[in-house]
């Protein structure tokens, strides 16, 4: 089991730059390394949406059609952290960001959320 902790959301004008931080806290006798991890978001009246996922070693990166270019997705194994660094913010970027872990190609584990608020 892991139990995930988002943070670094906030308010910032459209055009700027945010990094979201994710903090995993891995059960006893697991390693941050056994799972893989994502990025999601969710706006208010819309459906969950990917925003962005990396695998166990950070090579591996895939991002959702509409942050592609503008978010980069990164982790830390020896901190266990991961991070989500966002460029060129628009305002349909406000959302709701959600970290999520997943083990067995399923997401299992959520954090409870940061906000980001994107105005013009």
């Known amino acids: 089991q892991v139990q995930l902790v988002e943070s670094g959301g906030g308010l910032v004008q459209a055009g700027g730059s945010l990094t979201l931080s994710c903090a995993a806290s891995v059960a006893s006798g697991g390693t941050f390394t056994s799972y893989g991890l994502g990025w999601f978001r969710q706006a208010p009246g819309k459906e969950r949406e990917f925003v962005a996922a990396i695998g166990w070693s950070g090579d591996d990166t895939a991002y959702g059609d509409s942050v592609k270019g503008r978010f980069t997705m990164t982790r830390d194994n020896t901190k266990n952290m991961v991070y989500l660094k966002m460029n060129s913010l628009k305002t349909e970027d406000t959302a709701v960001y959600y970290c999520?872990?997943?083990?067995?190609?399923?997401?299992?584990?959520w954090g409870q959320g940061t906000q980001v608020t994107v105005f013009s």
């Open positions: 999520a872990a997943e083990e067995v190609g399923r997401y299992d584990y």
